[in-house]
């Protein structure tokens, strides 16, 4: 008897695991208490993404799958697993006594932190469809769940067909590494009721099936361009009255071998569970990290939607390496400047293995490529080089590694990439300088055509890599080093502010060249703002034109032409003379639209004070006429340095217009609904600003200190920044203005290592927790602290 028993026990006990293995939780479920946000319906035939770190989803949020994108050509949307794409896409259709409706148009789509929904209704069948996407974090996988809901009184009976059409191809550059596409092999598996499809000569693979055994399969050729071919499955489902019903299909891919792919689809079936609920774990812990909370509710919103933008933006290349790729959907793979903005970014929002894993990838692969120090521009996730760094790219290392050595305090991290940055600095000036004035030549954030003279960008960021190079120096005890880099920035900064400034215009020179050579830009400037319809961009193109053949110079001298962005850089690194930066930022105000700051400031019209409407990008793609975050968040910046934190807000209220515009969740690279759909150096433009700026957080790490100098918006009473990660340490500033006028500052910290220096304008405060000196040091007034608990209160003036 005790055996018999047992073995019911065990029945029952394999019995239950089997089931919970087969019935995975229902995404609604799991879901309704995240985040969410509904896209617009005039947006529904706009992209989407979902993302993992192995594998990501683009289609539109009506549910279809059209052939998008430029840098393929029609074939950066459906799902990618890099280095090789798996599918073009997929579609559904339901049958249902005789009639058939394909789920080509939904009526909504929500999206989530790590998943995404569309939803359709077929009124005559009283049925509700829910299609739901959902990606792991570390298995290249993809998990679509459709909930069938069934909101009459009889039972409905359904065949849901699903329809996958492969495509494995090669990314971008495959062509570099022998990666040469053929056409796609489907084979049913009759054993695993699944399709696995096999590119005919690559070990490629694509395997999708579902957790129901499919009534029908079937495979023909698809309508999409390319290799591909069209597999389906067909299932039966019987609908009881008001209930629901659902069905998962699971797909998985690899560039390696049918073991992995087949492996990889198993392990996603057997773990869905514990994937989804540790991926909503896992993004719960990002939004908790620099937690934001301020009056303005929106601004609060895309803070926290853009750190989950950053994380899916992260894509693991086996054999190739790890890191943040710049936007989706055409340019998911590596870069060097969008990196060496967003990583400072990524570092204040406590995403520090993003950054290591970057910065690692960077510069191994430059390396490689240039062996001089020079750091590349572009690569594509096969690991081909496909532009081996523009000049503004090496100094902005430098300056990258010192910002990231602040947050951890680690010595051997400096070590590792102090040869590349000494090798870099001697390449940029040794290579090209050949005036030997300091000023680099060649292409920086501008790349127009002929504007690769010496530029005022280039030139900023050179200063501040040598000046960011002599603290690096000083902390590895290479004085001699530090002594002559620290030389050469002030000289920088002195010749910046001397040569490049033009009285006339208000603002920094676009760049220093020739005449002949400003002449040329004048003339292709003309045409281009003829061509937008600028006549104030024509008239001063031409003004400045007369003006040169009247006043030839047969030296290289400043110019003002373009008015791009990049003249704001001395400003964003605060080398700007106090005086001119006054000027430059109100000349500044003149650039902007409704959602921030023009690319090229002759593309500005007077429409734009007003003109909140949709971009008109051209049908080729090109950032002419646009408005991008990055120039706008070095604005907010610039702004913050110059003790204006009004002006800052201002500008970071313009780009979160265009949060959720068009993508829900996201903020488009170019504002409000143009170019890629998220992009890596948004969180620059936001988590500098908010961060390091309005919060005021400094931290030194290899000193166990943070500095703490807030300069908070006028319009903000109260605002809380929490959980700041640096280090073995994390920090949380609070702010809140009484009824009685009274202010109060709290900082908290875990590491009683630490010690704490809160600086704060003059003006008459109450120490209000122990343990806390106060100096007073110029116009401002020092607290220090080792306590883990610092709160100070600022009396009323009245």
Known sequence: MMLRYSLIVLFLLVQTISNSQSQPVKFSEILKDSPSIEGKEEYLSSPFVTAGKRLYIVGHQDGGFPELGWHIKDEMGGIWNHPIKLFDGFEVELTSEGTSKKMDKSEAFINYPFASEHIYSISEWYLQVHR??????????????????????????????????????PTWLGERTQMLDDKDLAKYEENHDRWVIKDSSNNWFAVYGSDRKPLKNASSRNNYQGKGTDTSLKYELSISPRSNEQLTIYISGSNESY??????????????????????????????????????????????????????????????????????????????VDSEYALKG????GQSSAVYNTIKLLDSVSAATNGNGKIIHEMSTNGAVFNDGNINETPQFASLIWEIYKWNGDKEFLKSYFPTIKAG???????????????????????????????????????????????????????????????????LKDKINNEFWSEEFGSYADFIGTDAQALRLIDDAITRADTL??????TELKNTKEFINQNPSDSARPFVLHHNWVVNTPMEMNIADPDKAKIALKTAETYTNPFGVFVTGIDRDESSVSDAASFKGSKVFSYTGAVMTLPTGVQAIAENNYGNPDKALDYLKRMTRSFSYAFPGSMYEVSPDYGMITQAWNIYSFAIPIVQQFFGIQPMAAKKQVLIKPQLPSEWNHAALENVLMADNEVSVYYETETNGRSIYRIEKTNTAWTVKLVLPFARYEIISEGVSKTQDGDNIIFESSKNTVVISKLSQN
């Open 259 to 336: 073991q992995k792919a087949s492996d990889d689809y198993k392990f996603l079936i057997n773990n869905l569970t514990k994937e989804i609920n540790d991926k909503k774990a896992k993004f719960e812990e990002l939004a908790n990290n620099s937690k934001l909370t301020i009056p303005d509710k929106k601004l609060e919103q895309t803070f926290e939607w853009l750190k989950y933008n950053s994380a899916w933006l992260v894509q693991d290349v086996p054999g190739i390496g790890s890191g943040i790729t710049a936007g989706i959907p055409d340019y998911p793979w590596w870069f060097g």
């Open 533 to 538: 319809n600028k006549p104030w961009s024509v």
């Open 132 to 169: 739901y996407q959902f990606v792991p974090e570390e298995i290249p996988g993809l998990a679509i769940q459709f909930q069938l809901v069934n909101n009459s009184d009889q039972t409905r009976d359904i065949a849901l067909s699903f329809n996958a059409f492969s495509d494995l191809r």
């Open 346 to 349: 990524y570092m204040a929002i």
């Open 425 to 491: 600095l001697e390449w940029l000036l040794k290579e090209n300088d050949s005036n030997n004035n300091l000023f680099p030549d060649g292409f920086g954030m501008m790349e127009i055509h002929g504007l690769d003279s010496e530029m005022i960008d280039v030139a900023v960021y050179t200063q501040k890599a040598f000046d960011d190079a002599s603290k690096i120096a000083f902390e590895l005890k290479m004085d001699s080093i530090a002594q002559e880099y620290q030389t050469i920035g002030i000289e």
